[in-house]
Each structure stands twice: as structure tokens, then as C-alpha cells.
């Protein structure tokens, strides 16, 4: 018997107040396009939305409606896009979730933000790409189909449901566009733990989507990105990688004695808070993108957020408030000549969580320049020198102007910048990163690189022996379990939730007796290969003991995860046989974390989950509710 949790959490946006304070109408008067933006504190201020857009539309001119959610409750999503849909009828209609809404300056955490684009000449056009079942590579393949024979596409818009993990294909492909083509956007996000993300496109609401705005006309797009994060210390390669997103080494060495040796930041310390301090800056195309870690991995190895590659060069990077805000404001001062008549803002929610209470000084000064609305982002995206990348920790202001004669630019005037933070303790760490480097940096030419390599071969197989099952290669009970607890700790810290497979073989003691502890050996190193060659790049397997196995899969859906399970059952009967040709059938028991959960409870959850698999005929997948 299967029981699957699909787990929802709704809230209200209707409740918070919008960031101006008021709920007005924010207006930027002019010729060419104009920009009309909505805090949705309530119903009050939606009614009057619809009803002020529906008359300046009798102006004339073509509308964009772009809505950035603060629910990931399909139903609540669904009676908004109707509303919008039923008023503006043949109108292009877009968005998606967000966890935190921007406008005029400012934050608006679960406030859904309302856009109204209006265009005097610049023409909208929509278009969807839903990934399960089309692959990247494909919906990049029709996106070029689509826009290569426009003369005058001036930019893309580009709206996401899937995680910034997979998303490299599709903007790899748009490099084939003209540089001249402008592409910016985000990834959708959720405003609840462990929520679901969507894109909008109409009515329709898509998860795993992409969803494309194409500008085409006379509307001038200029897009700017801001990081603030910084260089630290002395350039570092990627010496290896497991997939695109586990740096297991830096320099020959396991990733994690980067963090250790040169800040002090170790496995089970405040990890959230150092690595959002000083994250790890890759270049790309000649130019830093931030690759935040989310994890300390059993082996050494760093989990991170976006995509690396081994070869590529790599910085430490640190953070003060200070220097982030100041760089928003001299990114911002970019924009004045440029004259902006409106302004896109996709910002990484990891910025807000860094800057805390200084989140809005970064914000305000766009807020200075034009009309402004945006949101909070599980990825930022933007072209730069004709390459288009998936960013983390960055701002993305996209800035349009459909007049080709602006007024004289609005000249913007900075409050002083004044954040309080824990600076001595980022101080500290800098100091203690360049008091160890210059030691080392002198030693080095001492050192020889082949010594490095056969220490660096040596550690990682006595590393190998100390943390892995001798039988099956697989992690032992103690590494398994160490695993287990970091994730707990993790999902409860990044309030992210996880999945775990605890399995076991049918009737294993009968194999032993029937045919002998070889074949059960067997039998065990051949199970154990099925799950090596199943594991997914974040996965973690181990021998729980006996003929028990424990599978940890973090960053996978529920619907991903009976898939697995399903799969590895039906591998395992199909695969591995007794001497006497009888298939050999294992039991699966599937456990969601919970967000207070610790590793004593989730122990209970995973047994609980195989031995409701083991009531039900043995050879089943069954799940427990959190």
C-alpha cells in the first residue's frame, strides 16, 4: 500500500501592508511607456487596480501584466489570473511566485505585486515551455525557432518554475540570438517551506516551466546586475567535481579545508551564517558569479548552489552590508543617464536575508529612478557581452525605455549609508584569511604539486576506508547516520525539506541458509551497485546494517522520489537472482523530513515507513505521513 503526502502550506498575502505604506497608485508621468505598480494589501486595493487600468487602457497603447505572487496556493493563484483575465480579455498576462514582493523602493514581504506595463508602439508576446516531458535543450531549440527571425526583438524575459540547477541548457542556446537582444529575469520562489513554484502564462499555471516575454519594437532595455560580494585572498581552480554542482576538490584538497583552514568555518558550526558572509565567487566569461554552498558534504566535498565546472577559477569571497548597499547606489547611478520610464527587479531572496534590516537601502535607490517592481528570486538570470548566465546572491535591474528622447535624466540623491551588522566578526575572519595565506603563500614555493597529488590520492582513499561499508562500498552506519543528522540540521536551519529510503531485502535470512553466506554476499554487493548506478548527484547511500540500506535524497520532489523507489524495486527483481533463478525482491520505506525534525525522530519515520512496506506482501514502496 502507497501513501503519498503531497503537504501544502497556504497562507493569506491580503494580510501584510504594502511597502509605501498606502496602497496608492505608483505613476511616472511621460511620453512612451509607463509604468503603473500595485501593492495587493487587499481586496480594496485590487478592485481599484482593475478599475484605474481598464480607463487608462481606453488610452490606448499595449498592456503587459506581469504579477509576482506571494502564495504558492494553486487555488488563490487562480482566482487572481481569472480576475486579471476576465478585466484585460486578449491582454498578455504573466508571472510567478514569489517569496517577496518589490516595489518603489522597497520590500514587501507576502504582498503579491502588481505591474501594468503599457507600451506606446513595443509589442508583447508570450510563450510557454512546460519541461516534463520537453527537455531544456528542445524548448531552447523552439525559443530560437521563435525569436531568430525577428528583425527587432530588443529583449526576452525570462520567467522560471524549475530550479537554477537544470536551467543552464536553455540559456546556453539563447547565445545564438544578436548580443543586441536584451535577456534578464528570475526563477521562481516559494513564500512557504518546502512550497511549490509556478509561472503564469494566462490562466494557466505551470510548474517546471518556462515562460519567455518577447519585447519587440522600439523599447530600449538596458539590464544591470549587482552582486557586492567581493574577491578574497589569492585565485583557486576546481580540481574536481561531482556533477555540476558538488565541488569536491579546490587545489587537490577537499573543498570544505578551504572554509576551515583559511575562516574557521567548520562542519557543524553556524554554517548558514558564514557561508552567506563569504561565499565562493567562480569566473565566468570574464566575469564573477557567486556560487553559494549550502552544504558540507560527508567526504569533503561542498554542495552549491549553480553551476561550476572542474578547470574553472574560483575565489573566496567576503560580505559587509556596507559595500553591497554602496554598490546598489553606484549601480543605480548607471542608470540615470539611461533615463528609465520603468523598472524589473529580480532580486535573490538570499540578498534580503543577508542585508536583514538594510534590505531597503539597497532597493531604494532604484526606487529613486522610476516606477519599480520586481520580487524575490531562487535564481537571477541576465546577458552579459552576448552570454547569458544563471546568477546566485545577485540583483538584476532590467530598466526600459520606449522614448527615444528622454527627458533630462532624474539625478538621484543617496542617504548615507548606515547598517549595523556583525562587522568585527567579518573583520576577524579577514584578518585570520590573510594572516594564514601570506604563510602559506611563502611555503609554497617550497612545496612540490606531484607531492600534493599523491597526499591529496592518499588522504581521500584513507578518508574512503574510514567512512564506507568494505562489502558494498556503500557509506557505513556511522558515516550514513553523520549524514543524516547534517541534513536534519540543514533542512531544519534552511527550513527546506528532505527525503530518506530505508530498504531492506525480502527474506534475506532464507537466502543465507538456502544457498550460503557467498550468495548473500552476493547478493548484497549487487544491490549495492544498483543504487550507486541510481544515485542522483546529491544523493547519499549507506549500509544501515545487516541486509538494511538507507537512502538520503535531498532537493528531490515527492513525486521524484516514488519514482525512484519504483524503480530501484522493480531493478532489484530484475537484476539480481538466486542460484535456483528465483529474483530477489527488496522493500522500501519513504520518510519526509519535518521542520523540527531531528535525527532520532526521522529514524523513527524511516523504520516506521519499511515496516508498513514489510506489513503490506514485502516487495512494495510505501510512505509515511510527516
Known amino acids: 500500500m502507497i501513501i503519498l503526502l503531497k503537504g501544502f502550506v497556504f497562507h493569506e498575502i491580503y494580510e501584510v501592508i504594502r511597502a509605501s505604506g498606502n496602497g496608492s497608485l505608483s505613476v511616472r508621468v511621460g511620453i512612451g511607456m509607463k509604468q503603473y505598480n500595485y501593492g495587493l494589501k487587499n481586496k480594496e486595493i485590487f478592485d481599484r487596480a482593475i478599475s484605474e487600468m481598464k480607463e487608462r487602457q481606453k488610452e490606448g497603447g499595449n498592456l503587459l501584466i506581469l504579477l509576482f505572487h506571494g502564495s504558492d496556493d494553486p487555488a488563490f493563484i487562480e482566482k487572481d489570473l481569472d480576475r486579471l483575465a476576465d478585466a ?108 511549490r513554484t509556478f509561472v503564469f502564462d494566462g490562466r494557466r499555471i505551470l510548474e517546471n516551466a518556462i515562460l519567455c516575454i518577447a519585447f519587440t519594437g522600439p523599447v530600449v532595455i538596458d539590464v544591470q546586475t549587482n552582486l557586492g560580494w567581493q574577491p578574497l585572498g589569492q585565485e583557486m581552480t576546481i580540481t574536481a567535481m561531482t556533477g555540476d554542482h558538488v565541488i ?65 577559477k574560483v575565489h573566496l569571497s567576503y560580505g559587509n552590508p556596507n559595500e553591497i548597499i554602496s554598490c546598489c547606489q ?98 576577524q575572519r579577514m584578518a585570520s584569511f590573510m594572516t594564514v595565506s601570506s604563510v602559506e603563500l611563502e611555503k609554497a614555493n617550497d612545496r612540490l604539486e606531484e607531492m600534493n597529488r599523491k597526499l591529496t590520492d592518499t588522504n581521500n582513499r584513507l578518508a574512503f576506508l574510514a567512512t564506507h561499508d568494505g562489502l558494498t562500498g556503500l557509506f557505513d552506519r556511522e558515516a550514513i547516520e553523520t549524514r543524516l543528522r547534517r541534513l536534519t540540521n540543514s533542512s531544519r536551519s534552511m527550513k527546506v525539506p528532505f527525503f530518506a529510503i530505508m530498504m531492506d531485502l525480502d527474506n534475506f535470512k532464507a537466502i543465507n541458509d538456502t544457498f550460503g553466506h557467498d550468495v548473500g554476499d552476493r547478493v548484497l554487493k549487487e544491490l549495492a551497485m544498483i543504487l550507486k548506478n541510481e544515485m542522483t548527484p546529491f544523493a547519499a547511500a549507506g549500509r544501515w546494517g545487516g541486509d538494511e540500506f538507507v537512502l538520503l535524497l535531498p532537493n528531490l520532489t ?67 505521513k510527516d
Do not use: W
Open 248 to 312: 569536491k576538490e579546490i587545489d587537490y584538497e577537499p573543498a570544505e579545508a578551504v572554509y576551515a583552514r583559511y575562516l574557521g568555518i567548520e562542519d557543524g558550526e553556524d554554517m548558514e551564517t558564514g557561508f552567506l558572509s563569504f561565499p565562493l565567487l567562480v569566473i565566468e566569461n570574464d566575469r564573477f558569479l557567486a556560487r553559494l554552498p549550502d552544504d558540507f558534504l560527508p567526504d569533503g566535498a561542498l554542495s552549491v548552489m549553480g553551476n561550476c565546472r572542474e578547470g574553472q
Open 330 to 427: 553606484e549601480n543605480a547611478k548607471k542608470l540615470e543617464d539611461f533615463a528609465p520610464e520603468g523598472l524589473l527587479i529580480f532580486s535573490c531572496v538570499i540578498r534580503r536575508l543577508f542585508l536583514n534590516e538594510g534590505t531597503d537601502q539597497g532597493l531604494a535607490p532604484y526606487g529613486e529612478l522610476a516606477p519599480m517592481a520586481g520580487g524575490y528570486c531562487h535564481g537571477e538570470i541576465s546577458r552579459e557581452g552576448g552570454i547569458t548566465s544563471s546568477l546566485n546572491m545577485t540583483l538584476v535591474a532590467a530598466a526600459l525605455r520606449e522614448n527615444s528622447h528622454p527627458d533630462a535624466p532624474h539625478k538621484v540623491h543617496f542617504h548615507h549609508v548606515g547598517f549595523k551588522s556583525n562587522t568585527m566578526t567579518t573583520i
Open 558 to 624: 515527492p513525486e521524484s522520489t516514488l519514482e525512484l523507489a519504483e524503480t530501484l524495486r522493480k531493478s532489484v527483481s530484475q537484476k539480481i537472482f538466486c542460484p535456483d533463478g528465483t529474483p530477489v525482491s527488496i522493500s522500501l520505506g519513504i520518510a519526509r523530513s519535518g521542520p523540527k525534525d531531528k535525527a532520532e525522530n526521522f529514524y523513527r519515520r524511516m523504520d516506521k515507513a519499511l515496516y508498513v512496506a514489510k506489513r503490506s506482501g514485502k516487495n512494495t514502496v510505501a510512505v509515511v
Open 88 to 195: 484585460f480579455p486578449g491582454v498578455p498576462l504573466c508571472g510567478e511566485t514569489s517569496s517577496g514582493g518589490i516595489l518603489d523602493g522597497h520590500q514587501a514581504e507576502g504582498v503579491s505585486i502588481l505591474s501594468f506595463l503599457f507600451f506606446e508602439k513595443t509589442e508583447i508576446s508570450l510563450s510557454a515551455f512546460e519541461i516534463d516531458p520537453m527537455a531544456l535543450t528542445d524548448a531552447a531549440r523552439r525559443v530560437l525557432d521563435l525569436y531568430s527571425p525577428v528583425k527587432d526583438l530588443s529583449g526576452i524575459a525570462i520567467l522560471g518554475s524549475i530550479p537554477v540547477s537544470t536551467i543552464s541548457p536553455f540559456l546556453k542556446a539563447l547565445d545564438a540570438l544578436p548580443p543586441s537582444v536584451s535577456i534578464f529575469g528570475g526563477l521562481a520562489d516559494s513564500c512557504t517551506e518546502g512550497g
